[in-house]
């Protein structure tokens, strides 16, 4: 048994772990939806660069800092502006998988739940590309910024009417920041180490490099937090109750994620 003062390694094992096929299944679903999807959002070139001269002119308005600012501090040194590319176009799936297949594996139902906010978040960001389609900062001359991946490589993103494997007028709201800031929240949720809040410098160091590389505006980045938030008001993580078992011990027992009006 383990002490009431004890930290929890793992779950009980009394929790399922959800079939594994099924799982990979839905995971590559959700991969293949974030890749694709906005793909059938594509063109609307005119309407997304007028987004983006509105989305600007405000954040001027709001008095929201400079995206200028980040980008001049990238750009004191090549090394820096590289690194911020590469961790742009190489962490954002490989560390969101390595999040979701450890929680499969040692945490399954705090999985269950954050597989769920993750695939209704990015249901939801895939509404707005065909509602309000946004040019990303870097194609906007009049910002100032340059696109520091074309420049200083690597790139992740082809010539716009070329590239058929992305849809660049899909810039808000920023998953890449959304599944930065999830993959946090979950591990903080999910593990009970005091530096469990350090997670929280993923998405700190996502939100500088998508903005600095002139991929992302501030308000992209706000936006993917509301409609997080959103998405964890309504699924609720496991939590453990406890229950008293044998010399004055207690065994940590965590409940079934919840989502309002679904079933597993």
């Known amino acids: 048994m383990r002490s009431q003062s004890e930290p929890a390694a793992a779950e009980p094992g009394s929790i399922t772990?959800?079939?594994?096929?099924?799982e990979l299944l839905l995971v590559a679903g959700l991969f293949l939806v974030y890749k694709f999807g906005r793909q059938l959002a594509t063109g609307h070139t005119a309407e997304a660069l007028h987004n983006a001269h509105r989305i600007w002119d405000?954040?001027?308005?709001?008095?929201?800092?400079s995206e200028v600012d980040v980008q001049s501090a990238l750009l004191h040194g090549d090394t820096l502006v590289h690194l911020a590319n590469t961790y742009y176009a190489t962490v954002h799936f490989p560390a969101t998988l390595a999040f979701l297949v450890w929680l499969y594996l040692k945490r399954p139902a705090h999985y269950v739940w954050a597989r769920r906010v993750l695939a209704v978040v990015t249901a939801a960001a895939l509404v707005l590309p065909f509602t309000f389609?946004?040019?990303p900062p870097r194609m906007l001359a009049a910002t100032g910024l340059i696109d520091t991946a074309r420049v200083y490589g690597p790139?992740?993103?082809g010539p716009p009417s070329s590239d058929h494997l992305s849809n660049q007028f899909a810039a808000m709201p920023s998953l890449h920041f959304?599944?930065?800031?999830?993959?946090a929240i979950g591990l903080i949720v999910a593990t009970r180490s005091r530096r469990r809040w350090l997670w929280l410098l993923h998405p700190a160091i996502t939100l500088l490099v998508i903005v600095g590389t002139a991929n992302h505006y501030?308000?992209?980045?706000?936006?993917?937090?509301?409609?997080?938030g959103a998405a964890l008001a309504?699924?609720?993580?496991p939590h453990r109750t406890a229950t008293t078992a044998g010399r004055g011990t207690r065994t940590l027992v965590p409940d079934e994620p919840v989502l309002a009006g679904a079933g597993r």
């Open 218 to 228: 501030w308000l992209d980045a706000i936006v993917a937090t509301a409609m997080l």
């Open 178 to 183: 959304g599944w930065a800031l999830m993959v």
């Open 234 to 237: 309504l699924i609720h993580p």
């Open 133 to 135: 389609p946004l040019a």
């Open 155 to 157: 790139s992740v993103y």
């Open 17 to 22: 772990r959800p079939p594994l096929v099924r």
């Open 58 to 65: 405000l954040e001027r308005t709001l008095h929201l800092p």
